[in-house]
């Protein structure tokens, strides 16, 4: 049976630092047509704030049939709760600090005895945005040219095996070139891009060239309605012929 994630278009990352729009719930992020949750950020995150996210979120899904995922940041945050269908795990491959890449991995194997190994699945990080917390949290190396990334996309699945590769420009919206040349470097690992993604052109820019597109801020600071049309936009592209040199 393939990875559940090979299916996915777009999910949603709620940060439970951050509040859903007035009047709108766990159900409604479901009801968007998203393809899974992520729950996860990077500053001012705890157990607790993990906990009061992850329970209705979970309870949602289920409901709604979508998967929920936890993102944790560092082994603090994560949180074995019912309901969860699994737990995505980054890896940072352009850190600075190579904590990111398997130090804090390390820890938390040695503290944490509940590690369900068969729903924890790793995600090779390359960060793009300079700007942004998770670049500055593990000092990340983002000057990197297209054909750097297409490198480190490589090496992910190549020589590290990893199933899912992840360019993140959270904040921004990224280099189109650069999505086009880590996907044409990936032979069989899913390519997920997130940031900036505020509407349905942008989804569509870049479900086209990545495999699943990844939308944060924009359900904290927009709404449902904002988030559905980003759908459309992945689903839309994720229907285009496949161009011939991808
Ligand atoms: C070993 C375990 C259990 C965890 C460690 C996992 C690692 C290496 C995390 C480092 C990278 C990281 C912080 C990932 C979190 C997910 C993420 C990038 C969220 C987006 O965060 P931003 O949008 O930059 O930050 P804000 O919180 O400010 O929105
Ligand atoms: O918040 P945005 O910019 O949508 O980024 C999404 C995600 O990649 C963040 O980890
Ligand atoms: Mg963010």
């Known amino acids: 049976m393939s990875a559940p ?43 607790e704030k993990m906990t009061e996210v992850i329970e209705p979120c ?28 699994g737990y995505l795990v980054p890896t940072v491959f352009n850190a600075g600090d190579i904590a990111w890449l398997t130090g804090v991995h390390k820890e938390w194997a040695r503290m944490d005895a509940e590690i369900d190994w068969d729903r924890t699945h790793t995600e090779a990080y390359i960060v793009l945005n300079p700007d942004s917390s998770v670049a500055e949290y593990t000092q990340a190396n983002c000057d990197l040219d297209a054909d750097e990334v297409a490198a480190y996309a490589t090496v992910a699945e190549r020589m590290f095996g990893q199933r899912i590769v992840y360019l993140e420009y959270s904040g921004t919206f990224g280099d189109p070139d650069v999505v086009t040349a880590a996907s044409d470097a990936l032979d069989d690992a899913t390519l997920f891009y997130g940031g900036g993604i505020g509407d349905y052109d942008a989804a569509r820019e870049m479900g086209g060239r990545a495999d699943t597109v990844i939308v944060g801020d924009l359900v904290h600071d927009e709404g449902c309605d904002a988030v559905r049309e980003t759908v459309r936009g992945a689903k839309e592209a994720g229907q285009e012929p496949v161009e011939p040199d991808r």
């Open 58 to 85: 979970a309870a949602a899904g289920r409901e709604h049939d979508v998967p929920v995922y936890i993102e944790p940041s560092h082994p603090g945050t994560v949180v074995h709760a019912d309901g969860l269908s």
């Open 5 to 47: 994630w090979t299916e996915w278009d777009h999910i949603v990352k709620l940060d439970p630092d951050k509040t859903l729009v007035d009047g709108e719930s766990y159900a409604d992020v479901c009801k968007t047509g998203t393809d899974a949750i992520e729950i996860g950020g990077t500053t001012g995150m705890t157990e």
